[in-house]
């Protein structure tokens, strides 16, 4: 009984653990569309020239999440979590200290380096404290629920450190501070913590490094794998598009203050968060594929009803809450029908797996969601920036469109593994 009692308490600080290490992660990852947006007024940088920050985030993501997605279980997930909040602690500490456009592309090349790290052991690590599918489910839709609670509060955390009088001055680099103080307690809290990974390590124990890197590209052969690669790549695609011009569309066609066009984004994040956090019990209902659907036709039909509204906006110098654009309130609930979609194919996928393919196949998923996120920030930046923000909204319902096929193989390929 004693046992028992302690392994639940050991696990409830384990989850919480990665609850924490996910939300600091949600602030600085999604800081990008705010940074971009920030980087523009303060450094004098070209949309283009600033789109490329999302570069500098999700390339090192998928860099070192391929080559060392398989080598993890022996290095050990606790260690590499660890290793990601330390770099990430010292790179927010120098924002401040070395305020520039180079300083602001390495905090996100660390960033993208640190997130590969602590990704695949968070998920991998969820496989191992997870009982069965159902649970595993429930965690992960929560798990991602948080993530987007994080992103909900860095929106307002940097709307608060920019200064509406002059959106030019540099005082927003004094929000790093506080990141850093949040990254140093994540990276104790972790450090205190004991990390149950016998099965990962016993699993690889017998395996070379080489072998267990040949066994990960060996998954990127099975068909189920290739479908969920290609709708994971599509949803990030959309979401980074959206979630990171978000901003500077709240701003230029909606011609909103910049505080306010940061803070109206956090919208878009609350439904995100509400949407997975409400998921879990939706999906222990409802089939997930009749939900995922229902998702995405919606996504398309708001789409098509909010951004006729988005035309011939005139600035307002009186601008308030109470007297903004009906979009900006209208089209970030987007967001509820986006939710559930991330957090339910990775959950379908990875528990049709084995718990020792967990973090190889996490190493593929941040692979092209890192690809993915890259390419719907930069196409997205090129198509606002050649022709107009609504131009390059209308442009999601393209891979709408595909990953409505592709979760109709998705689901037949996992048909056929059960």
Known sequence: ?????????????????????????????????????????????????????????????????????????????????????????????????????????????????????????????????????????????????FFMVGVLSGYWIFGNFIDANDPASPVWLQVYWLLAGLCAVTFLLVATTSFTEFEAKLSVSHSSLLTDFADMLKLMARPLVCVYIISAFLYVLLEQGIGTWLPTFNNEILKMPVDMSVQATSIFAACLAIGRLGAGAVMRKLNWYLVLNICLIS?????????????????????????????????????????????????????????????????????????????????????FGA???????????LPLSIILLTLFFFKRAIERVD
């Open 1 to 145: 009984m004693i046992n028992q009692a302690q392994h639940a308490a050991s696990r409830r600080r384990i989850i919480f653990a990665l609850f924490l290490l996910y939300f600091v992660f949600a602030i600085l990852l999604n800081s990008v569309g705010t940074v971009i947006l920030q980087v523009i007024k303060t450094y004098g940088v070209s949309k283009s020239a600033a789109s490329v920050l999302e570069a500098f985030k999700d390339i090192p993501i998928s860099i070192v999440s391929f080559c060392v997605a398989s080598f993890l279980p022996r290095l050990g997930y606790k260690y590499a979590m660890l290793t990601g909040m330390a770099i990430v602690t010292v790179s927010t500490a120098a924002m401040p200290l070395l305020p520039g456009f180079l300083m602001t592309k390495l905090l996100f090349l660390s960033v993208g380096v640190a997130f590969a790290l602590i990704k695949v052991s968070v998920y991998a690590t969820i496989g191992l404290i997870s009982a069965d599918r159902k649970q595993h489910a429930s965690l992960m839709n929560t798990l991602e629920g």
């Open 299 to 383: 996504m398309a039909a708001l789409v098509l009803l909010t951004l006729p509204l988005t035309h011939n906006i005139v600035a307002n110098p009186d601008l308030r809450w109470s007297n903004a654009p009906l979009a900006a309130f209208i089209f970030p609930l987007i967001g509820l029908f986006m939710a559930p979609i991330y957090p339910g194919i990775n959950s379908v996928m990875l528990s049709s797996l084995p718990t020792n393919q967990h973090a190889a196949m996490t190493g593929l998923l941040v692979l092209f969601s890192a690809l993915g996120g890259t390419s719907g920030s930069m196409i997205t930046g090129y198509v």
């Open 387 to 397: 022709m107009n923000g609504q131009t390059a909204f209308y442009l999601s319902l």
